[in-house]
């Protein structure tokens, strides 16, 4: 027998379907900027799709949302060969560890070594950085400190930078995180 479906009904079908994946990639490119590779990924699988969507419900920067699940935590999966839902990764931690980077609390670094831990246990973000005391050094007076004693000790290297030797800055940089252990703010670092 033939089959008829009223427009009612269809439209009612169609209000109740899911959002496609494809329409998830256009409005992650369209309505929140990501990169089309990104979109493509995130929305891509369902388990990703969602995590995105309820991590970035928990931060204001959706696109370091974004930037470190297709970067980091599609490379623990990818190790790991499982989907999102069967890590210890909640969509709240992950909010929180996004959150945690972007107000400098922790710098980017940092931030892997505190995924890594979550993922192996499942602990809180905040937690690991309390007891683990990996809170950034912010206080520019104790930066410029470290800044003067490795310039102090690094009297050849400062002759070869200032005779036009520029890559050698990065040293200088690399030897201030050295001091702290990663946990000075980059930038901070780099303007001093």
């Given at each position: 027998?033939?089959?008829?479906?009223?427009?009612?009904?269809?439209?009612?079908?169609?209000?109740?379907?899911?959002?496609?994946?494809?329409?998830?990639?256009?409005?992650?490119i369209s309505k929140i900027g990501l990169e089309e590779s990104e979109a493509k990924i995130i929305s891509s699988s369902k388990t990703m799709a969602n995590m995105f969507e309820e991590a970035s419900s928990?931060?204001?920067?959706?696109?370091?949302?974004?930037?470190?699940?297709?970067?980091?935590?599609?490379?623990?999966?990818?190790?790991?060969?499982?989907?999102?839902?069967?890590?210890?990764?909640?969509?709240?931690?992950?909010?929180?560890?996004?959150?945690?980077?972007?107000?400098?609390?922790?710098?980017?670094?940092?931030?892997?070594?505190?995924?890594?831990?979550?993922?192996?246990?499942?602990?809180?973000?905040?937690?690991?950085?309390?007891?683990?005391?990996?809170?950034?050094?912010?206080?520019?007076?104790?930066?410029?400190?470290?800044?003067?004693?490795?310039?102090?000790?690094?009297?050849?290297?400062?002759?070869?930078?200032?005779?036009?030797?520029?890559?050698?800055?990065?040293?200088?940089?690399?030897?201030?995180?050295?001091?702290?252990?990663?946990?000075?703010?980059?930038?901070?670092?780099?303007?001093?």
């Amino acid at each position: 027998l033939p089959v008829v479906i009223s427009d009612k009904e269809l439209r009612e079908i169609k209000d109740n379907l899911p959002e496609l994946p494809e329409e998830k990639e256009i409005r992650y490119i369209s309505k929140i900027g990501l990169e089309e590779s990104e979109a493509k990924i995130i929305s891509s699988s369902k388990t990703m799709a969602n995590m995105f969507e309820e991590a970035s419900s928990k931060t204001d920067d959706i696109k370091l949302v974004a930037k470190w699940l297709v970067g980091d935590v599609s490379a623990l999966l990818n190790k790991d060969n499982i989907e999102i839902d069967e890590s210890n990764l909640s969509p709240e931690n992950f909010g929180k560890l996004i959150e945690r980077i972007s107000d400098n609390t922790i710098s980017g670094k940092i931030a892997k070594s505190v995924l890594e831990e979550v993922w192996e246990n499942g602990s809180d973000v905040d937690e690991i950085i309390q007891t683990k005391g990996l809170v950034q050094i912010q206080d520019e007076s104790l930066l410029e400190d470290i800044a003067k004693k490795v310039i102090e000790s690094n009297t050849d290297q400062i002759v070869a930078y200032r005779s036009g030797k520029d890559k050698l800055f990065g040293f200088f940089v690399g030897q201030v995180m050295k001091e702290t252990q990663g946990k000075a703010n980059p930038k901070s670092v780099n303007e001093i």
